[in-house]
């Protein structure tokens, strides 16, 4: 069970969008339609972002969204705010109840 | 409003056994809905899901740790425990309780963390 790929970091300007890439094996991420995304500011807990490939919880805001192509998965944020400078891991089912999380990318706004 | 709180020794010794307790408040431990875990993460680096435990008793781990690693849950007290055994500095991290939802399988409520670290 290795962690899943991340960039390291993204950058982007406020008002444009950005997508963190996720890729996992066909063990993982290719098999289930179960990646979630979590934002982590620094100090705090991670906080519920993205489930199910593309489901927003409760209060998330719309300028998140997610999909899923063969075994990477996408975060997408439009219309960068200031406030979505953080931390940003994937999680995907690995089967028999098992998870994976990614290694994190470090977004910042210009 | 449920909220997990994580509690126990922030400081090991190698060799010895890490320890620690979460404490579900505002909801049942109990729930068939729920499965319940740990999670956690070493200074400046990612996540590590460790394991996961249902109301009923089954047990879940990371196969990478599982030879060192024991979760159980007490429900008459709304807490779950971990047990990690044989520890060295590569086990220094911040210690996450989290909730599983079963319909949507992904971890929902966080607990704030404890932050172990492992020095002699």
């Known amino acids: 069970q290795s962690a899943l790929t991340q960039p390291a970091s993204v950058s982007g300007s406020p008002g444009q969008s950005i997508t963190i890439s996720c890729t996992g094996t066909?063990?993982?991420?290719?098999?289930?339609?179960?990646v979630s995304w979590y934002q982590q500011h620094p100090g705090k807990a991670p906080k519920l972002m993205i489930y199910?490939?593309?489901k927003r919880p409760s209060g998330v805001s719309n300028r998140f969204s997610g999909s899923k192509s063969a075994n990477t998965a996408s975060l997408t944020i439009s219309g960068l705010q200031a406030e979505d400078e953080a931390d940003y891991y994937c999680?995907?089912?690995?089967?028999?109840?098992?998870?994976?999380f990614g290694g994190g990318t470090k977004l910042t706004v210009l | 409003q449920l909220q997990l709180q994580e509690s126990g020794p922030g400081l090991v010794k190698p060799s010895e056994t890490l320890s620690l307790t979460c404490t579900v408040s505002?909801?049942?431990?109990?729930?068939?809905?729920?499965?319940w875990g740990w999670i956690r993460q070493p200074p400046g680096k990612g996540l590590e899901w460790i394991a996961s435990?249902?109301?009923?008793?089954?047990?879940y781990y990371n196969p990478s740790l599982k030879s060192r690693v024991t979760i159980s849950v007490d429900t008459s007290k709304n807490q779950f425990s971990l047990e990690l055994r044989f520890v060295t500095a590569a086990d220094t991290a911040m210690y996450y309780c989290?909730?599983?939802?079963?319909?949507?399988?992904?971890?929902?409520?966080w607990g704030q963390g404890s932050l172990v670290i492992v020095s002699s």
């Open positions: 435990i249902y109301y009923s008793g089954g047990t």
């Open positions: 999680c995907s089912y690995a089967g028999s109840s098992t998870f994976v």
């Open positions: 066909s063990s993982d991420v290719g098999s289930y339609n179960l």
């Open positions: 199910e490939g593309s």
């Open positions: 989290a909730r599983q939802s079963t319909g949507i399988v992904t971890w929902d409520y």
């Open positions: 505002g909801g049942s431990i109990s729930s068939s809905s729920y499965y």
